[in-house]
């Protein structure tokens, strides 16, 4: 073992000279036949250590030629073997062009993305970062973090100085890319120390809040430290709120719906971590680090039933399982947001003719056909009672260019606040219990939001491919001089009542405004494929025109609420009042 480390330390031991399950995937089937592993997700070696590189426009070739390699090496494997793709975060842009990139190739799975503050140690929460995110949220594909212990990017190794210790009896071969003397404690503290500062700033930070759709993956820095961080966390969050004030649900929340990491098979801890409600079974997968040294090759599946034999039988097997069904429900995810991106195209594309087919009927609707109406509405004062006790305490919503990640181009601010997206509590729910108990007994709802526009806001006229889609609005708070413009209709925002929005694609513009001061809307969303319009449709709020808003006030007068209708993104508009989104 220490010759073939000298060796290997020196360069004595060349790529040829590995084991040719290291390279080739008929060998790497039959290594995986013999441990009885169906399926398996592939990380790169060497490559772990190209961010290094300074030229950029090299890199980003390199990603690009190596994700092809590894697509194609993929589809050799008769669907056994997938790949996580690499790009150069150093360059978060081109990281989200190659991101986008991959997205069409198939047998990529995945993302790579070392766990390390890459550009000039600013924190992975920065928005420099935010194209890396949306661009992994919009195409399906989680990242996965896989750390290594080099001195070539900002992280523990740099910042402790673990680089050079001249330590060990067979030093590490010096090379640029790698960068440290020793793996020992470069490995032992650099790996962990990095992982749990992503976790930190991915959860507690606000990255997966922003992203509700983005999936992270944490791997190959054991897993026994997961239960105490989410415990610390979430107390931190109990104990310094005012350090994390975007933060509306516990870390470990965050973890559950969003996140999963990985154990080595021989783990001690693996058994308490499935026990644990912090993390649980479901959000466990085992890493055999195949083909390095350290892997417990053979024996590997060998170990993992030892590990885990504690485990009910459900919970064993999703663990063994848990890369199977992962890489299965990745690739379902890529396909509906493939899928959902086509479906938009069509509908914009068809969007006249849709309109003309429904005899030009006006893009609002009445809502006293929704069974649910009713109820909302009588319960609208007990709603605004705890909207006004979520101001009083601080409460405070986000701009809308910080939680969808672009600028909208809005004459004054406009804030959101999300609390539901695909049918899941998230964002401000926590905050709003009567309100959630309210979205509860509507059928099949599946986002719901408070929007708050600001006194003077006018948001641009915009429209989205959303035929089919209802968007219910429930001012909360709205004054005087708040009102919406919905294809050729103008209606004004009144407390406890505005009603349902039918939306026909790009064929139906919308221009929301508020002249008066701050309030909020709980604006809703409901499909509405199977509702048939009413022979006689009304107009779903009071008719004015635009001279009967009032020019807009200074900022310390009264305040009205308006509400924007964007597409399928979930989309909060602001000035206090929500939307709800339900499958019929």
């Known amino acids: 073992m220490r010759e073939t480390t000298r060796r290997a330390h020196s360069g004595q031991l060349g790529y040829a000279d590995l084991p040719p399950y290291c390279w080739d995937p008929d060998a790497r089937l039959v290594a995986l036949d013999d441990e009885e592993v169906s399926q398996s997700v592939l990380y790169p070696t060497m490559l772990l250590t190209f961010q290094h590189l300074r030229t950029i426009e090299f890199a980003e070739v390199q990603c690009r030629v190596y994700n092809d390699w590894l697509s194609d090496l993929c589809g050799r494997s008769g669907g056994r073997l997938h790949g996580a793709a690499i790009m150069t975060h150093l360059d978060p842009v081109r990281a989200a062009a190659e991101i986008r990139r991959v997205a069409e190739l198939p047998h990529i799975v995945a993302v790579h993305m070392r766990p390390n503050p890459a550009v000039d140690w600013k924190p992975l929460n920065n928005e420099v970062y935010d194209p890396i995110w949306r661009a992994a949220s919009d195409v399906g594909l989680p990242i996965g973090f896989h750390p290594l212990s080099s001195n070539d990017l900002p992280g523990a190794v740099q910042g402790l100085r673990l680089a050079r210790l001249g330590s060990s009896e067979i030093p590490v071969q010096e090379q640029e890319d790698y960068g440290a003397d020793n793996i020992y404690f470069a490995q032992v503290i650099g790996n962990p120390t990095d992982m749990m500062n992503t976790i930190t700033f991915m959860t507690a930070g606000g990255v997966l809040g922003r992203y509700p759709d983005l999936r992270a993956v944490f791997l190959e820095a054991n897993g026994g430290w997961i239960v105490p961080l989410l415990e610390r966390l979430d107390h931190h969050v109990h104990e310094f709120p005012w350090d994390v004030p975007w933060l509306e649900e516990a870390p470990s929340e965050i973890f559950r ?7 080595d098979v021989d783990e001690s801890t693996l058994e308490f971590t499935a026990k644990s409600p912090l993390v649980g079974a479901e959000r466990i997968v085992w890493a055999s680090d195949f083909p390095h040294p350290d892997a417990k090759y053979p024996g590997t599946t060998k170990k993992l039933s030892e590990t885990i034999a504690g485990l009910s039988v459900e919970d064993q097997r999703r663990i063994a399982g848990g890369t199977r069904q992962i890489c299965t429900a990745w690739t379902l995810v890529r396909s509906l947001v493939t899928a ?10 068809n969007n006249d003719r849709i309109h003309e087919a429904e005899h030009g009927l006006p893009p609002l609707r009445p809502t006293s056909d929704l069974a649910w109406d009713a109820e909302v509405v009588a319960a609208w004062k007990r709603i605004r009672e705890e909207w006004d006790g979520f101001v009083s305490a601080g409460g405070r919503l986000p701009l809308i260019d910080e939680v969808i990640g672009e600028h909208q181009g809005n004459e004054g601010p406009w804030r959101a606040g999300l609390m539901l997206a695909k049918g899941r509590r998230c964002g401000v729910a926590r905050r709003f219990p009567v309100t959630m108990e309210v979205l509860r007994r509507i059928p099949g709802l599946r986002s719901a939001l408070w929007s708050q526009l600001d006194s003077g806001t006018e948001l641009p006229e915009h429209c989205g491919p959303n035929a089919g889609v209802l968007r219910y609005h429930l001012g909360v708070r709205c004054g005087t001089g708040a009102g919406i413009r919905i294809g050729d209709e103008v209606v004004a925002y009144t407390d406890g009542r505005f ?3 039918r939306r026909h694609g790009c064929s139906c513009s919308v221009e929301p405004w508020v002249r008066t001061p701050r ?12 509702v048939a319009p009413p022979a006689q449709p009304r107009s779903a709020g009071r008719p ?3 001279s009967s808003i009032p020019a807009r006030t200074a900022a310390g007068s009264d305040a009205g609420h308006a509400v924007e209708l964007r597409s399928r993104r979930l989309i909060p508009a602001e000035n206090a ?8």
């Open 257 to 263: 719906r969003q996140c999963w990491i990985s154990f």
């Open 340 to 349: 959902e991106r086509l479906l938009g195209r069509l509908v914009a594309a």
């Open 499 to 501: 009603g349902a929005v």
């Open 519 to 530: 309030h909020p809307v709980l604006r809703d969303r409901t499909t509405a494929s199977t």
């Open 544 to 546: 004015v025109t635009r």
């Open 577 to 584: 009042g929500f939307p709800l989104r339900s499958a019929s």
